[in-house]
């Protein structure tokens, strides 16, 4: 049994023809070739595939594409405006927030999210809004350098 | 990973989601945030053939005051629980217990009503849910049912919950100046609980005249400290009481080891997040 579903992604209506265990991640790798969005740990725990679902921060691994019919996703590729980075990319770049880049589209995605509700964020709501997302390099000061640049605080508290 | 495949359906009414259920029996599973079906699917440690969702019907997702209550509803989100300002205010547990669930994008998806229909003794809030006396509101074919958060964990993973009805709404009461709090212990951010526990306390000139303690992660279901609720009973909250009686919020139980945490410690865990949790809301 396949579902048609309907998705708003960056802003562009995409349809397709799933089935219902297709994860929305798989959705956007495999049937959009959204690759930007990563399957790392594949277990709800390290946050490479976060995307937002109507601006809300999930991971796309956890959720199935069925799920998102007729919803809203933003994934990495589309929050850049006009070939002009996201403010968030823009600190990651400047601030050196990634190392092998592996956790950085769901990273950013988050902090996106976390930005979206705390504009101006403490350095533990930076950490503890992002405990869902893992830097195998341990790239966290860094990390959370560049959240506190994008929120137009200096980069040192 | 990918779970074994399935049917499914998006039902825009309650009663359409339980006549698939009595169409389809054990072999549906309802589908609310899915953090904890989804993870067990790809696992293939649940292989429903069918899948309802509950995620199209509208209406069941609300915070709301029911006289000295508070209604919630079954696909609230622990998100919406945390950032509550009624229940920041009048229960404090909940808002407080929902944000020390998983991570943010967990919290964005999972849901109260899931939560508590799962009946995994290692989450947060059947335990707080217990803790509070409240109360699961159930509908079926037959009509609506009102369980008691006590007789409604059976043992792992097992409700009273047949196999055909939903959580809908899960009820709290309401207080004012609520002595609440929830100590969860964890390895890593983002875990569950290796121990957790729940306190509510009513206090009256000075003396504690109720108290609820419930454990998360200590036996198959939600434990009640019943030892350490009759030791605070009517006595001063003193630093010294409070170390007495937390002494005692291992007894009776029988913790099963699990690879973080040895039975040993487990317990040893009880007795330290009870004396932290009592004193948290008893000296502050």
């Not at chain 1, 592996?102 to 999210?113: N, V």
């Not at chain 2, 309650?14 to 006549?19: N, R, Y």
């Not at chain 2, 009595?22 to 429903?48: C, F, I, N, T, Y």
């Not at chain 2, 390895?187 to 303690?213: E, K, L, P």
């Amino acid at each position: 049994m396949k579902n048609r579903i309907s998705v708003t992604v960056n802003g562009q209506q995409r349809a397709a023809e799933v089935e219902p265990r297709t994860l929305l991640v798989h959705f956007l790798r495999d049937s959009l070739r959204l690759t930007g969005t990563h399957v790392g740990c594949d277990t709800t725990s390290c946050g490479a595939c976060t995307v937002l679902l109507d601006g809300q921060a999930v991971k796309s691994c956890t959720v199935l594409a069925v799920q998102a019919d007729g919803h809203a996703v933003t994934t990495i590729e589309g929050v850049a405006t006009d070939g002009k980075l996201h403010p968030v990319q823009e600190a990651f770049w400047n601030e050196h927030g990634l190392q092998c880049g592996f956790c950085t589209p769901g990273m950013i995605m988050a902090s996106i999210a976390l930005l979206d509700r705390l504009p101006r964020p403490t350095d533990d709501q930076i950490r503890s809004g992002l405990e869902g997302n893992l830097c195998r390099c341990t790239g966290y000061e860094n990390i959370v350098k560049a959240v506190r640049v994008a929120s137009g605080q200096t980069a040192t508290p | 990973m990918i779970p074994a495949a399935f049917d499914y359906a998006a039902p825009t009414s309650l009663e359409e989601a339980i006549s698939l259920l009595q169409q389809h029996g054990d072999e549906a599973k309802l589908l609310a945030g899915g953090h904890s079906l989804l993870p067990l699917m790809k696992l293939r440690l649940a292989v429903p053939s069918f899948v309802v969702d509950l995620g199209r019907i509208p209406d069941l997702a609300y915070i709301r005051e029911d006289g000295n209550r508070i209604a919630i509803g079954a696909m609230t989100t622990h998100d919406a629980l945390q950032s509550s300002q009624l229940l920041q205010q009048r229960v404090p547990l909940i808002a407080q217990a929902a944000g020390m669930v998983g991570d943010m994008q967990v919290r964005n998806r999972g849901t109260i009503g899931g939560s508590i229909a799962h009946a995994d003794p290692a989450s947060d809030l059947p335990a707080v849910v217990t803790a509070l006396k409240g109360e699961i509101v159930a509908r079926g074919p037959n009509g609506t049912r009102t369980i008691p958060a006590e007789d409604f964990f059976q043992d792992i993973w097992t409700s009273v919950l047949e196999p055909e009805e939903v959580v809908t709404e899960i009820r709290v009461p309401a207080a004012d100046n609520a002595l609440q709090t929830y100590e969860k212990f964890r390895q890593r951010s983002a875990d569950w609980a290796i121990v957790g526990v729940a306190v509510d306390i009513t206090r009256q000139n000075g003396a504690v005249s109720q108290a609820s303690v419930v454990l998360t992660n200590v036996g198959p279901t939600p434990m009640r400290a019943t030892g350490v609720e009759e030791a605070l009973q009517g006595r001063p909250a003193t630093a010294e009481t409070i170390a007495a009686v937390a002494a005692r919020a291992d007894e009776g139980l029988e913790p099963s080891g699990e690879l973080k945490a040895s039975r040993e410690y487990k317990l040893h865990l009880t007795r330290v997040l009870t004396r932290r949790a009592l004193e948290a809301v008893l000296l502050r």
